[in-house]
C-alpha cells in the first residue's frame, strides 16, 4: 500500500505512526470481545511484534493513555484511538465504479464496525445504473457534486480502469473530497491539500516476489 500527500504534514506525527494506529485498535477491539479490560505495552508488543517502546511513544504523541503499573485500559484506549482516527464520527464515503473490484469493496460494508461508511456507489455505464449492490443503489457519476453535498460524504473510492482513473479524480476534488483511495493502477494528480493513498495489488505482489 503506497500512500502519497500534496500537503504539509505536521512534523511531529509521522504517517507511520498513523498507520500503527488502525493495528493498535483491531487488536484492542480484539481484547475487548474477549473481555480483556488492561493491557500493557509488552503485552501489546509481544501480540503485534512490535517495540513496546515505540508503542508507548505512538500513543504519547496524543496524550498519556496509560497508567504506571496498570497499563492501558481497554475500553478507553478503543475511544481515544477512534478519536485520534475521527472514527467517532460518521464518515460517509462514496465508491466509484461498479464493476467486479466495485462490487467486491463495496461488499465490504458488511464487515466495517466502526464509523465509516461507503453510502453511494456511481457509474457511467448505463446498463448499471439503477441496479443495487450491496443494499444501495448505484447512481450517475454525473450526479456526485449534488451526492457529495446531500449525503455529506468526505472519502471517495476509486475503483475504475486506469484510462478513466484521473478523470475519476478530477470530479472528486472538484466536488471537494479531500481524501481518495486510489484501486486504479495509475499515479493520479491532485490538488494540494487532497491525500491519496494507492492500493495497488499487482505492484504489491511485485514487490512480495522478491522476498521469495
Do not use: W
Request: charged share 20%; with cysteine.
Amino acid at each position: 500500500m503506497e500512500e502519497r500527500t500534496n500537503v504539509m504534514k505536521t512534523p511531529k506525527i509521522s504517517d507511520a505512526v498513523i498507520r500503527r494506529l488502525p493495528i493498535y485498535l483491531r487488536y484492542l477491539n480484539s481484547l475487548r470481545n474477549m473481555q480483556v479490560r488492561t493491557v500493557s505495552s509488552q503485552q501489546l508488543g509481544e501480540a503485534l511484534d512490535l517495540n513496546p517502546a515505540q508503542i508507548r511513544k505512538d500513543l504519547a504523541h496524543f496524550g498519556e493513555f496509560g497508567r504506571k503499573g496498570i497499563g492501558y485500559e481497554v475500553e478507553y484506549l478503543i475511544q481515544k484511538i477512534k478519536s485520534i482516527l475521527k472514527l467517532d464520527q460518521q464518515v460517509n464515503v462514496v465508491l466509484i465504479g461498479a464493476g467486479h473490484l466495485g462490487h467486491a469493496i463495496s461488499n465490504y460494508n458488511a464487515y466495517l464496525k466502526d464509523n465509516m461508511r461507503i453510502v453511494s456507489i456511481l457509474d457511467t455505464d448505463p446498463a448499471k445504473i439503477g441496479k443495487v449492490t450491496a443494499g444501495i443503489e448505484i447512481c450517475e457519476l454525473a450526479s456526485l457534486p449534488q451526492v457529495v453535498k446531500e449525503k455529506n460524504i468526505r472519502v471517495g473510492i476509486i475503483a475504475v480502469p486506469a484510462a478513466a482513473a484521473q478523470s475519476v479524480a478530477d470530479a472528486l476534488t472538484h466536488a471537494g473530497i479531500s481524501a481518495i483511495l486510489n484501486f486504479a493502477p495509475i499515479n493520479i494528480r491532485v490538488p494540494d491539500g487532497v491525500r491519496v493513498h494507492d492500493a495497488d495489488v499487482t505492484m504489491e505482489l511485485h514487490s512480495l516476489a522478491y522476498y521469495l
